[in-house]
Every structure is written in C-alpha cells, then in structure tokens.
C-alpha cells in the first residue's frame, strides 16, 4: 500500500494534537500491526515539510513502514523553517527512495509540481484539509483537486469544528 500526505501548516496546538493522532491512527488503520512491529508493504509518500508531511513521516517509519520523499526543488530546504532543517534533514537521510521534480527554484509552482509527483505514486492520499480553497496555487485544496481529478482517492483527516488560524 503506497499512501500520500498533504495538509496544512502552522496549525494550532490544539488541532496539531488531534491531527497527529489523526494521522497515526489512520497509519496503524493502514498497517494492522502495533507501533514499531515492521510493515515493509506500507510505502509513505511526503514532501517531508514540518507539520502534516513530517507527522505522516514519522508515524509510517514507526510503524516500519518506508519512506519516499517527492522533493519540489532543489532549493526546497531553504523555504522551510530554520528550526525544522535537523528534522527534514533526518527525515530524508531516512528515505529509501527520493523522488525529484527537476525544479530547482522553490516556490509555489514547485510545490503543485512536487505535490503532483507524490499524487502520481500513491493508492491513496491523506489530506490535512479544512475543505476551504487553498490559499495560494499549490495549497492543499490544489493537491486534492489534483488527486481527485487522476481518480486518487483523498481521506480527509481534519477535526470536526477546527478552524486555521
């Protein structure tokens, strides 16, 4: 089973709490196995941002999944937080497979394209979508009208009544 994330950043404590639990109890859902038990079938796609990508990553190696990383742009590190790089750097180190856009400038064309690349690898797409437009081209309402429309089917985990700020 090869599942995909995309989903909003700079969420709350609060909705990040429920998120998180959100997404690893829909990993465990995917796996059938307990935390750590190994599960070589289940292949996690993520463009490994801090946040829903990064959650997704951690909860599909600890349940012994694999990581794949579909990275936008050559240059994508340099628009992530300062304080996320020792996390997303680890996090690719981890990653069997680096699939790449050919893109090296970051940005929001790069994001669509990268965020395309994971749909076109995955069975299903875990979407941390609050069901409103994106914000800018490349958001996640872009990546799940994307996966809909290639017949990619999107499981929305987002917690009922939260709001972004």
Same mark, same amino acid.
């Not at 859902?29 to 190994?38: D, F, I």
């Not at 893109?103 to 069901?131: C, F, I, K, N, R």
């Given at each position: 089973?090869?599942?995909?994330?995309?989903?909003?950043?700079?969420?709350?404590?609060?909705?990040?709490?429920?998120?998180?639990?959100?997404?690893?109890?829909?990993?465990?859902?995917?796996?059938?196995?307990?935390?750590?038990?190994?599960?070589?079938?289940?292949?996690?796609?993520?463009?490994? !941002?801090? /946040? $829903? =990508? #990064?959650?997704? *990553?951690?909860?599909? &190696?600890?349940?012994?999944?694999?990581?794949?990383?579909?990275?936008?742009?050559?240059?994508?590190?340099?628009?992530?937080?300062?304080?996320?790089?020792?996390?997303?750097?680890?996090?690719?180190?981890?990653?069997?497979?680096?699939?790449?856009?050919?893109?090296? !400038?970051? /940005? $929001? =064309? #790069?994001?669509? *394209?990268?965020?395309? &690349?994971?749909?076109?690898?995955?069975?299903?797409?875990?979407?941390?979508?609050?069901?409103?437009?994106?914000?800018?081209?490349?958001?996640?309402?872009?990546?799940?009208?994307?996966?809909?429309?290639?017949?990619?089917?999107?499981?929305?985990?987002?917690?009922?009544?939260?709001?972004?700020?």
């Amino acid at each position: 089973m090869r599942i995909g994330i995309t989903g909003h950043r700079g969420l709350s404590g609060e909705v990040e709490r429920t998120v998180r639990a959100l997404i690893e109890e829909t990993v465990a859902s995917y796996t059938g196995s307990g935390s750590g038990s190994g599960n070589a079938s289940l292949v996690g796609v993520s463009c490994i !941002a801090d /946040g $829903p =990508d #990064a959650w997704f *990553a951690e909860a599909v &190696l600890g349940h012994g999944g694999r990581l794949e990383v579909a990275l936008p742009a050559e240059q994508y590190r340099a628009d992530l937080p300062a304080w996320y790089h020792p996390a997303y750097d680890d996090l690719l180190r981890r990653a069997t497979e680096v699939h790449r856009t050919g893109l090296d !400038a970051s /940005g $929001p =064309d #790069a994001y669509m *394209a990268g965020s395309e &690349l994971l749909v076109d690898q995955v069975d299903v797409l875990l979407a941390v979508w609050d069901g409103r437009p994106a914000r800018g081209y490349g958001g996640t309402a872009d990546v799940v009208s994307y996966a809909r429309e290639h017949d990619v089917p999107v499981k929305v985990l987002w917690p009922e009544g939260a709001t972004r700020g």
